[in-house]
């Protein structure tokens, strides 16, 4: 076990745990854009910063490592996630800050303060609605990777990828062309991780992430799919 202190909390982690374990085991909260449990950390949102032992880091891909002295609490910090979350929200238009209850980033800016008026203008990229039960709003996305992460190292299927430069990145299926024609398997993944709506499911309850969308649990013939074939 692993040994250290989080805004002066002792915790306890077993080996191989990151400092994200360790902030919420402290009973601690950082913002997590681009990380989801499920899935391997990318470090590439930077909404997760703390300081260990003096060092801005991001806490999803820092190893917990024994007598670190973690701090997520002081004023600097809290600015640099802030800015770090509006500068992500900056780049989207006003609608991706819309509706807390279904975009993480939405509940996000929510609960710092950050407000539409932060948003660019206007919607540019335009929507994938070529998939009878996948949709894409562009506009929405913040190449998180959260989607790619579980179409491939979860679902097995490897059907999306980031496509584009800088800020013009944005998921794509990797065989190009509409979502339609690509090899998404409607296992629901992608929708059920993204955390701004920019992909979610059509149909009842339009609009809507999988999160929001009535489920059944049920014993599935693989044991690791979310298709649901039983
Ligand atoms: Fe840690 Fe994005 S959640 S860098």
């Given at each position: 076990?692993?040994?250290?202190?989080?805004?002066?909390?002792?915790?306890?982690?077993?080996?191989?745990?990151?400092?994200?374990?360790?902030?919420?085991?402290?009973?601690?909260?950082?913002?997590?854009l681009?990380?989801?449990?499920?899935?391997?950390?990318?470090?590439?949102?930077?909404?997760?910063?703390?300081?260990?032992?003096?060092?801005?880091?991001?806490?999803?891909?820092?190893?917990?490592?024994?007598?670190?002295?973690?701090?997520?609490?002081?004023?600097?910090?809290?600015?640099?996630?802030?800015?770090?979350?509006?500068?992500?929200a900056?780049?989207l238009?006003?609608?991706?800050?819309?509706?807390?209850?279904?975009?993480?980033?939405?509940?996000?800016?929510?609960?710092?303060?950050?407000?539409?008026?932060?948003?660019?203008?206007?919607?540019?990229?335009?929507r994938?609605?070529?998939?009878?039960?996948?949709?894409?709003?562009?506009?929405?996305?913040?190449?998180?990777?959260?989607?790619?992460?579980?179409?491939?190292?979860?679902?097995?299927?490897?059907?999306?990828?980031?496509?584009?430069?800088?800020?013009?990145?944005?998921?794509?299926p990797?065989?190009?062309?509409?979502?339609?024609?690509?090899?998404?398997?409607?296992?629901?993944?992608?929708?059920?991780?993204?955390?701004?709506?920019?992909?979610?499911q059509?149909?009842?309850?339009?609009?809507?992430?999988?999160?929001?969308?009535?489920?059944?649990?049920?014993?599935?013939?693989?044991?690791y799919?979310?298709?649901?074939?039983?």
């Amino acid at each position: 076990m692993t040994r250290l202190q989080v805004d002066g909390v002792p915790v306890e982690l077993p080996a191989g745990a990151s400092l994200l374990d360790a902030v919420h085991a402290a009973g601690a909260d950082v913002p997590t854009l681009c990380h989801d449990d499920r899935l391997r950390p990318a470090g590439s949102c930077r909404t997760c910063l703390v300081r260990a032992d003096g060092r801005t880091v991001a806490a999803c891909v820092t190893p917990a490592t024994a007598d670190l002295t973690v701090d997520t609490a002081d004023e600097g910090l809290r600015n640099l996630r802030r800015d770090a979350v509006a500068l992500i929200a900056s780049a989207l238009p006003p609608h991706a800050l819309a509706d807390s209850a279904h975009s993480e980033l939405a509940e996000t800016c929510r609960a710092l303060g950050i407000t539409a008026e932060t948003a660019a203008d206007g919607s540019t990229r335009g929507r994938d609605e070529s998939h009878p039960y996948v949709h894409l709003d562009r506009d929405l996305c913040i190449a998180c990777g959260r989607c790619v992460r579980m179409c491939s190292d979860v679902q097995g299927t490897f059907a999306l990828t980031l496509t584009g430069r800088g800020a013009d990145t944005v998921v794509a299926p990797g065989t190009g062309g509409a979502w339609a024609e690509s090899d998404c398997v409607s296992c629901g993944g992608c929708v059920d991780t993204c955390p701004t709506g920019a992909i979610t499911q059509p149909g009842p309850g339009q609009g809507l992430t999988s999160r929001q969308t009535p489920a059944d649990r049920v014993r599935t013939t693989c044991g690791y799919c979310g298709v649901g074939c039983t």
